[in-house]
């Protein structure tokens, strides 16, 4: 018995509009969890690389700890860092953001201790000079001319949370990557497929919006 010409799911085709309109509400289940596991990650990685990288630009001694601490975190693979992390998180999100944020450190510390050492000295000794003291200077001087550097930083490990957070199906909260892996279980194309795409979208979009906040926040860089 064949399937009826105008069923691409029965059909099992990888491009199919009845798969869209007939599983809308899973899809944005899935978009909506890949979503807040990668901006609670990133915020989270945020917090977390920003004293660092103030800690390795303070005392030069700091710097190759840091840097070296986080370039091993980077290295590990994915399930080897998730079954390192299992028996602290279990099997809950949380497995997943921790896995994330320790990712997201090495892009995030380089490209902010990167900026704030690209501060011009003679620009602190100016600001010095105006009456700025440290905490002044930090937030009013050296972070925002560090903005460009971090932005990057930012954004490249944005959108590499975004991949990364479909290996977190193996545990069950992978975002749209759950549909990836069930869809590449039982070869259904259009779930595997539309997934993907949706996947790259989310990338895409994260990136032009960080963008354009960098392009906002740095109105001199601009060409």
């Not at 085709?13 to 869209?20: K, P, Q």
């Not at 917090?47 to 975190?73: D, E, H, I, N, Q």
């Not at 497995?95 to 892009?107: D, H, P, R």
């Not at 069930?182 to 895409?204: E, H, P, R, W």
Request: net charge positive; aromatic share 6%; charged share 10%.
């Amino acid at each position: 018995m064949t399937a009826p010409p105008d069923d691409c799911l029965a059909r099992n085709e990888w491009i199919c509009g009845a798969y869209l309109s007939s599983r809308r509400e899973i899809l944005g289940e899935a978009v909506l969890q890949h979503l807040q596991l990668t901006v609670v990650s990133v915020l989270l990685g945020l917090v977390v690389a920003v004293p660092l990288a103030l800690a390795a630009r303070r005392w030069r001694w700091a710097s190759a700890p840091v840097l070296g601490l986080t370039t091993v975190l980077y290295t590990i693979p994915s399930l080897a860092m998730f079954s390192l992390l299992l028996p602290v998180y279990g099997l809950s999100a949380s497995l997943v953001i921790a896995g994330l944020v320790l990712y997201s450190l090495t892009l995030l510390v380089r490209n902010l201790l990167a900026g704030l050492r690209a501060v011009p000295e003679e620009t602190r000794q100016a600001a010095r000079g105006m009456g700025y003291g440290p905490v002044r200077l930090l937030l009013a001087v050296e972070l925002p001319l560090a903005l460009p550097a971090a932005m990057a930083g930012l954004r490249i490990a944005t959108v590499s949370a975004v991949s990364l957070v479909t290996v977190g199906a193996i545990v069950g909260h992978g975002g749209l990557g759950n549909l990836i892996y069930t869809g590449m279980n039982t070869y259904f194309k259009a779930q595997v497929l539309t997934a993907s795409v949706l996947c790259v979208l989310i990338a895409i979009a994260a990136d032009l919006l960080l963008l354009g906040v960098q392009r906002l926040l740095t109105p001199w860089t601009r060409v």
